[in-house]
């Protein structure tokens, strides 16, 4: 299979560009230089791919920096998928398109509608979850208006190596090693009861791949463990691996306007449509960052 891979040089994109490898499958493209924004080099660079299947991982990430550029996100991650779409739409072989939307786009979610199905209504709280139920809402017209075999991933919190420390369980495992080089006596928290569905990012790629091969077009489906852990508990389980002894030291630079308390996602879709299941244990995600933490510290 030849695939073309958009962000091929991010978090995500490095480990599934891998896994494609691993699997066989032929890179035609995982464009670093084509600015999804820019519909005209977009459509270039696919048609001079000629991919059996698309795989459209970039965009902007950051749920607490959307809040200061909502229109920036909206441009990147609504109006580039859109023209990964239209690219996609022109290509000889009409190649299966897998649009990354985020868990995010559910919102805050009662206690009674736990764990999230994909039926579940769209309530994006923060612009970053509005830009990707805005791509997704393109991604769905591609495939009703447009006949693009389109299918949708909604992968919940996700971690592992090479993820960047503005995110959470990096982010705390950076400031465990520097407070264990520094011999300081506190770690900086923000709100650490909030409950979340982490997967692997290793996890993950295989999910987007089986996906590409198997998913329904027109279809969404939750990446997640069905299971949900606080973030206290993540901090505490670091703390552990890592060995260290740390007061907690609450800090409201960390916290976000606004955090949805827990979310958790059912898996079933995923699984019936592909047979996925989750690989790596948990502690061995969060060993796995740490070490990586210690290598970048020195």
């Given amino acids: 299979?030849?695939?073309?891979?958009?962000?091929?040089?991010?978090?995500?994109?490095?480990?599934?560009?891998?896994?494609?490898?691993?699997?066989?499958?032929?890179?035609?493209?995982?464009?670093?230089?084509?600015?999804?924004?820019?519909?005209?080099?977009?459509?270039?660079?696919?048609?001079?791919?000629?991919?059996?299947?698309?795989?459209?991982?970039?965009?902007?990430?950051?749920?607490?920096?959307?809040?200061?550029?909502?229109?920036?996100?909206?441009?990147?991650?609504?109006?580039?998928?859109?023209?990964?779409?239209?690219?996609?739409?022109?290509?000889?072989?009409?190649?299966?398109?897998?649009?990354?939307?985020?868990?995010?786009?559910?919102?805050?979610?009662?206690?009674?509608?736990?764990?999230?199905?994909?039926?579940?209504?769209?309530?994006?709280?923060?612009?970053?979850?509005a830009s990707k139920a805005a791509a997704e809402l393109v991604a769905v017209q591609a495939h009703l208006g447009r006949g693009t075999a389109a299918v949708r991933a909604r992968p919940f919190n996700h971690a592992g190596p090479g993820q960047a420390p503005t995110f959470a369980i990096p982010a705390f495992a950076r400031r465990i090693v520097d407070a264990q080089r520094d011999g300081a006596g506190a770690l900086r928290v923000g709100n650490l009861s909030a409950r979340r569905d982490v997967v692997d990012v290793r996890d993950v790629v295989r999910a987007y791949r089986l996906l590409v091969e198997r998913g329904e077009p027109g279809e969404a489906y939750n990446v997640c463990t069905g299971r949900s852990v606080e973030v206290g508990e993540l901090v505490e389980r670091l703390l552990v691996l890592a060995g260290a002894d740390l007061r907690l030291e609450p800090d409201p630079d960390l916290l976000r306007p606004v955090d949805v308390p827990e979310l958790r996602g059912d898996p079933s879709r995923l699984r019936a449509a592909t047979g996925w299941e989750p690989e790596v244990p948990l502690d061995g995600t969060l060993r796995a960052v740490l070490d990586e933490a210690r290598a970048l510290s020195g």
Avoid at 87 to 101: K, N
């Fill in 1 to 129: 299979m030849k695939a073309y891979v958009t962000g091929g040089s991010g978090f995500v994109g490095r480990w599934l560009v891998a896994h494609l490898d691993n699997a066989g499958d032929e890179v035609v493209a995982a464009d670093t230089d084509v600015d999804v924004t820019d519909a005209a080099a977009v459509a270039r660079s696919m048609a001079a791919a000629a991919p059996d299947a698309v795989y459209h991982l970039a965009g902007l990430a950051h749920v607490q920096r959307s809040w200061d550029e909502p229109a920036e996100y909206l441009r990147v991650n609504a109006g580039g998928t859109l023209n990964v779409l239209e690219a996609a739409r022109a290509c000889a072989g009409a190649p299966r398109v897998l649009v990354i939307s985020s868990a995010e786009v559910y919102g805050a979610v009662g206690p009674e509608q736990l764990p999230v199905r994909e039926d579940q209504p769209l309530r994006p709280v923060s612009p970053y979850a």
